[in-house]
């Protein structure tokens, strides 16, 4: 079944490099139109996964990520259309040089060929992965959670009916129906028909497939995400920053997980973001130094810290200035995003050029890691990983690159 899948979307892959970019933009526009015009069956369709899910007592933090409505099934839409409108990054000449022999080399950007897309349960992820892969020139596999099937067959044969309307080959997109484990291995090892693999999901996912895929893999990272304020915050912004960095949608990757603050400000700033916190529903759990201050957290243990919670819980820990909150990130982090709060520039400087992580914010949210905010459209996932690709996977990010040389009748 998925080898068969491959190599449909193998095949369509032939047609879809050597589209031009009118036809593929036309197949996103028309995915758009149809994802709004089909929006009812989609939805219905997610409302069979949030009862299961429900019955099976999954995590609201879980079943916030399945849902989807009429705001977000325009979201997908929208996310789309904005991949439409992107620059086309296939066919750009990168760089051109001559040899003193005469030879023209040119770096080309070319499709990868065929991405499989592992994934949980976030139906809008389908659609994402598919218009950045349209986009790209490349066709995709697309194996999601089995929380998610009956959503996620909606909306692949809703972008599958309008890939083809527009000229494409069906097979653009490829869904993989069997949410078995056996399928997920076997899409692993599938070597010379996929071309690439990206989980997206939990650490446990992520893991698994990194350690088991003989398919090269573009890893995406768990996001234990930081923000440090420092003793020269601004103390208003610092707030409004720490409290929606958490609460804004505690379930997604970008999400703050742990607050440091500088002891120079911690018994002033950490009172009032506390009690805002505490008010949104926040659960903090703090290190000895910040229970002092707000007796009401609870006590926060060394798994705490390394703990993407996905939900309203915030660790806390009161540091001795700058370098004890570069260290903690370090040791911590899954170098996903972190943030520092302040108005040295010289601090905002060394917290840039020394924080070794995908996303790295001078006062700002780490909510803002994510390829729409950045103006790739949408994302396939957030990469923490050092080569090909780091940070929000776009359209760029799914080429390689082919050289091309011009000669004149030259011999070696």
């Known amino acids: 079944m998925v080898e068969a899948l491959a190599k449909k979307a193998k095949e369509a892959s032939v047609v879809l490099r050597s589209s031009g970019v009118n036809i593929r933009n036309a197949a996103l526009v028309k995915i758009a139109q149809a994802i709004i015009s089909s929006s009812n069956e989609i939805i219905s369709a997610n409302r069979s996964d949030l009862e299961a899910a429900r019955q099976k007592g999954l995590k609201e933090s879980f079943i916030e ?68 892969c349209i986009k790209s020139g490349n066709t995709c596999v697309l194996r999601g959670g089995s929380d998610a099937i009956n959503s996620n067959k909606a909306i692949v044969d809703v972008m599958r009916r309008a890939v083809e ?14 949410t078995s484990r056996e399928t997920a291995a076997k899409m692993m090892r599938l070597n010379g028909l996929i071309d690439v693999l990206i989980p997206r999901g939990g650490a446990g996912l992520i893991n698994a497939v990194v350690s088991q895929a003989s398919v090269p893999v573009i890893q995406t990272g768990a996001g234990n995400c930081h923000v440090y304020v420092d003793g020269e915050a601004d103390m208003d912004m610092a707030v409004k920053i720490a409290v929606s960095a958490k609460v804004s949608r505690p379930s997604v990757c970008n999400s703050a997980e742990t607050l440091l603050v500088d002891s120079a400000i911690a018994d002033k700033f950490l009172p009032v973001c506390a009690k805002e916190l505490i008010c949104k529903g926040v659960e903090l759990r703090g290190c000895e130094r910040a229970r002092k201050i707000v007796p009401e957290m609870k006590v926060a243990d060394d798994e705490d810290f390394y703990t993407e919670y996905n939900a309203l819980i915030y660790s806390v820990k009161v540091v001795d200035g700058i370098d004890e909150a570069m260290a903690h990130i370090e ?16 601090k905002a400087e060394r917290f840039l050029n020394e924080v070794d992580s995908a996303a790295v914010y001078v006062n700002a949210s780490t909510r803002f890691t994510d390829g729409g905010e950045f103006g790739f459209g949408a994302e396939i996932g957030i990469s923490n990983q050092k080569l090909h690709v780091r940070g929000p996977i776009g359209l760029k990010e799914l080429t390689t690159v082919k050289y091309v040389i011009y000669g004149a009748g030259q011999i070696r």
């Not at 770096?107 to 139906?123: A, D």
């Not at 309307?165 to 069906?170: C, R, S, T, W």
């Not at 982090?333 to 010289?346: D, K, N, P, Q």
Request: overall charge negative; glycine content about 8%.
């Open 165 to 178: 309307e527009a000229g494409l080959p069906k097979d653009c997109v490829c869904l993989v129906e069997d």
């Open 65 to 132: 990520r399945l849902t989807l409505n009429e705001d977000r099934v325009k979201a997908m839409a929208d996310g789309v259309l904005a991949v439409a409108n992107l620059d086309d990054p296939i066919g750009q000449v990168i760089s051109m040089w001559t040899r003193p022999n005469g030879l023209r080399i040119g770096q080309k950007r070319v499709p990868i060929g065929v991405i499989g897309v592992i994934f949980e349960s976030r139906p809008n992820v389908t659609a994402d992965a598919a218009a950045l």
């Open 331 to 346: 040791k911590y982090s899954t170098h996903h995003s972190e943030a520092i709060i302040t108005e040295s520039y010289f």
